[in-house]
């Protein structure tokens, strides 16, 4: 008898040998339609496969993150398929399933064009609805090759070849298709039905600009239509709040290839950043931080021995200066440790918290950058707290809590924590490692909020937590950090006295709520479409007059703004009134006061809000009243 455990725990008796789909029908016919394969001890494997032995096993359908993903898979062979069918002179190289959806990369003497993807997505549907059966199959790694050239496939050839000696090779195969490919896939080409293909890149082959451009056919695959549908309703709205389009359009910032990965803060964009900087300036000052400023060009050698020269060199600008080596700062933290020496420290000075607006450079790949979302100089809202191993559960609980009054206070409210763990280039030692994890461990358990673990992801100095916002259309960002790094420390040689009267080394906690200033704002753009709550408004009220001879009074309700505070706007122009109205709503301004004849005697303005079609007529004194006890009200300073 062979014992199979079910994921409910449950023991099913086998009296002979079954593959994955008599396995599946032996429990229901309905669940035999709907497996796509099959984990048997943790592994994934084709439906095909034998159940000889005790194990345990799940059968995977397409409601399975695992099902979906192999659904994805499936998708990017049937698109090689529609390819080569449609252009049969081309050749098949890599496609994988990836976040959302997945790719091909093709190499093909003509131009796919965005049309053509109609033309390969009817044909991938041919395909799904001709439900062709999927087999595996396993060949010598040298006939492999041979095969593969002689139907003029050279990039798979060449991958083959990439594999050691006498190792067997996995292919599968639909129809007169065929393909390198570990698996496991479906049954057959019916499963992925709710696809769609997104657009066309160009991509080197294996990532080397040595090496000739391919074409990327991209797509995306879900379960069912509705998810699809939801999805690209999704992706829609994405670009209806594209941070680099509403910056334009808002007259926020700009970014030109004279400056590559840099930014350019107009006026209002600048203003937008003082607001959220000075928030933030606020925010940490009533929580005990000390604010500083330190360089951000520092010599090769403190680099060297911060570990960082070693671990980080690829993405650091170097500058040589009178046979000196220099680096920009990718990050600021051995600086900090360094500012941290420069008086001798008791253990009644910790934790001392130093925080600093600090301007990062990092050499990222120029394929990586998007808009204000990364770029090449930056600022981080960094801290670093130092302290005793015995302070990092307070601290963390302390951190958690400002950083989720700060994200909802900007309009997020649902938030994940990770905690990610050692990666495999780390530098110290295994049991500072262990130290370290299992103190990180105890302190996000005490803020009390649920976290899921991130294996191998963790910065090379310490393990860390990682907090993950959700915006308004339902995508998540990694923005907060907070790090536990015992090495670093010691590595630049800062020490504190004890209680005991001797030297100890403090842990130093690496803090970050915002993370990139930069990358924060193009968040918050497209979290609020441009339409930032009245607190955020880089301009909160323009005041338009009807005509011209109601300028003087507009000029007096606007300086009784000014005076209060309110960053307001003069409209003078001699453009008519509906035109003010319609130029102003454009650029989202959250407030328009119209004045005439009327709101000059009666000491009132017509209010019209963003968004609203009401007009709303109000006394100067109340619209202040009002506008003051809704920023208040959020419990939060004007900026």
């Known amino acids: ?152 496939e050279h990039y798979k050839a060449e991958i083959i070849s990439s594999i050691p000696e006498g190792e067997k090779i996995s292919l599968y195969r639909q129809g007169d298709f065929i393909d390198l490919c570990r698996g496991p896939h479906a049954p057959t080409t019916g499963f992925p039905k709710a696809f769609k293909l997104m657009k066309l890149a160009g991509a080197y082959w294996r990532g ?101 020269a070693d671990k980080y060199a690829e993405n650091m600008f170097l500058i040589v200066d009178e046979h000196k080596l220099m680096a920009l700062k990718p990050m600021n933290c051995p600086l900090h440790i360094e500012l941290f020496k420069q008086s001798l420290k008791s253990y009644r000075d910790l934790p001392l918290r130093i925080a600093e607006f600090g301007c990062c450079h990092r050499n990222e790949s120029s394929g990586s950058m998007h808009g204000i979302m990364r770029l090449y100089g930056f600022i981080q809202d960094d801290a670093h707290i130092f302290c005793a191993p015995e302070h990092i559960t307070d601290e963390t609980v302390k951190f958690t809590k400002l950083l989720m009054d700060v994200y909802r206070d900007f309009g997020f409210t649902e938030v994940a924590i990770k905690l990610s763990t050692r990666p495999e280039k780390r530098a110290g030692s295994d049991e500072v490692w262990d130290l370290s994890e299992d103190l990180l461990r105890k302190a996000v358990q005490a803020t009390g909020f649920d976290y899921e673990e991130l294996p191998g992801e963790g910065a090379f100095y310490g393990p860390k937590l990682e907090y993950h916002l959700k915006d308004a259309i339902g995508r998540t960002w990694q923005c907060g950090t907070f790090q536990a790094d015992f090495i670093l420390p010691e590595r630049l040689d800062a020490h504190y006295i004890g209680a005991d009267g001797n030297k100890h080394t403090p842990v130093v906690l690496h803090r970050a709520i915002l993370g990139s200033m930069e990358r924060f704002i193009g968040i918050l753009i497209e979290q609020h479409a441009g339409h930032f709550p009245l607190w955020l408004a880089p301009v909160q009220a323009v005041i338009c007059p009807i005509t011209n001879v109601c300028d003087e009074y507009a000029k007096k309700v606007f300086e009784r703004l000014r005076v209060a505070g309110l960053r307001a706007e003069l409209d003078l122009s001699s453009d008519k009134i509906n035109y003010k109205v319609r130029k102003h709503s454009l650029i989202k301004t959250p407030m328009i006061l119209v004045v005439g004849k009327n709101e000059e005697a009666e000491n009132t303005v017509s209010l019209r809000r963003f968004g609203s079609d009401q007009v709303e007529v109000i006394s100067v004194d109340d619209l202040l009243k009002q506008v003051s006890d809704q920023i208040v009200g959020l419990g939060i300073a004007k900026y």
């Open 208 to 308: 080397d600009s040595k090496n000739e451009m391919l074409q990327r056919i991209y797509g995306t695959a879900f379960s069912n239509e509705k998810e699809l549908k939801a999805h690209l309703e999704q992706i829609a709205e994405a670009e209806r709040r594209d941070h680099r389009k509403l910056g334009k359009e808002l007259e926020l910032f700009h970014m030109q290839e004279e400056a590559p990965g840099q930014v350019f803060w107009h006026d209002k964009g600048y203003t937008l950043y003082k607001i959220v900087e000075n928030y933030i300036r606020n925010k940490i000052k009533n929580n005990g931080y000390q604010e500083v400023k330190t360089p951000f060009l520092a010599d090769i050698s403190l680099w060297k021995k911060s570990g960082h």
């Open 1 to 152: 008898m062979i014992k199979v455990i079910l994921p409910d725990g449950n023991i099913k008796q086998l009296e002979n040998s079954l593959s994955g789909y008599e396995f599946a029908s032996s429990i229901a016919i309905s669940l035999a339609k709907a497996a796509i394969a099959i984990e048997i001890d943790g592994e994934l494997q084709d439906l095909s496969t034998i159940i000889d032995k005790n194990c345990a096993v799940k059968i995977i359908t397409a409601k399975d993150a695992e099902g979906l993903e192999i659904i994805r898979h499936d998708s990017a062979h049937i698109l090689a398929q529609a390819v080569k069918e449609l252009y049969p002179d081309c050749q098949i190289t890599i496609g994988p399933a990836i976040e959302n959806g997945f790719y091909y990369d093709i190499s093909y003497k003509n131009s796919f064009h965005e049309e053509d993807l109609a033309r390969i997505e009817e044909k991938m549907l041919q395909i799904v609805k001709q439900n062709i059966s999927i087999t595996r199959e396993v060949w010598d790694r040298d006939e492999a090759i041979k095969f593969f050239k002689s139907i003029g």
